[in-house]
């Protein structure tokens, strides 16, 4: 089966930008998309087709996605940016839909 | 405006059987695909299963193949999930989420989710 791997945990300083990668077999032939959740709450989409932002994420939010890595890239971190992010893909070869085991972004 | 509600969540035995649904309003219920994703507690997402709007095409998660059936009443705009053979590792918050347009594979709304529990 189709395996996402996430970093557990970025660490950012407010303003800065903060990266988070999902690694895949060739997931560059994916289209991937991303979600954040903060703590009780529902996930939200924040990037669909590897780069596409839904029209009320700020343009801080953007991602690409290339051979065998995506990565969701959010600048000028603000607090409120702290959350739980995971990407997802379908696997078309089993129509399966993957999630990332998820990264934790921390606002220093 | 989109909205998803989950309901019927609570405290079952291993072994036993519950019933999820979603009841949707805001759109045009059977045009969209809608899916089950799950949360254990302090875990990440888990993807259960998708069904098509016609209801013709399902896919399911190995780790609940052949015990959870999704199902939907495009009549009542409801979605369902049969939960059978119950076991403690599908404790979790489970959620209702719909695709953005029809042959998209991601979800674009999402419910705020019932809880499962199962326990003795």
């Known amino acids: 089966s189709y395996v996402l791997t996430q970093p557990p945990s970025v660490s950012v300083a407010p303003e800065k930008t903060a990266s988070i990668s999902c690694g895949g077999n060739?997931?560059?032939?994916?289209?991937v998309h991303w979600y954040q959740q903060k703590p009780g709450q529902a996930p939200v989409l924040v990037i669909f087709y590897d780069g596409d932002r839904p029209s009320k994420i700020p343009e801080r939010f953007s991602g690409s996605n290339s051979g065998n890595t995506a990565t969701l890239t959010i600048s000028r971190v603000e607090a409120g940016d702290e959350a739980d992010y995971y990407c997802q893909v379908w696997d078309s070869s089993s129509d399966v839909w993957v999630f990332g085991g998820g990264t934790k972004l921390t606002v220093l | 405006e989109v909205q998803l509600v989950e309901s019927g969540g609570g405290l079952a035995q291993p072994g036993g059987s519950l019933r999820l649904s979603c009841a949707a309003s805001g759109f045009t219920f059977s045009s969209y695909a809608m899916g089950w994703v799950r949360q254990a507690p302090g875990k990440g997402l888990e993807w259960v299963s998708t069904i098509s709007g016609s209801g013709g095409r399902i896919s399911y998660a190995d780790s609940v193949k052949g015990r959870f059936t999704i199902s939907r009443d495009n009549s009542k705009d409801t979605l369902y999930l049969q939960m059978n053979s119950l076991r403690a590792e599908d404790t979790a918050v489970y959620y209702c989420a719909k695709v953005p347009y029809s042959g998209s594979y991601h979800f674009a709304y999402w419910g705020q989710g019932t809880l499962v529990t199962v326990s003795s």
């Open positions: 060739n997931i560059g032939s994916k289209s």
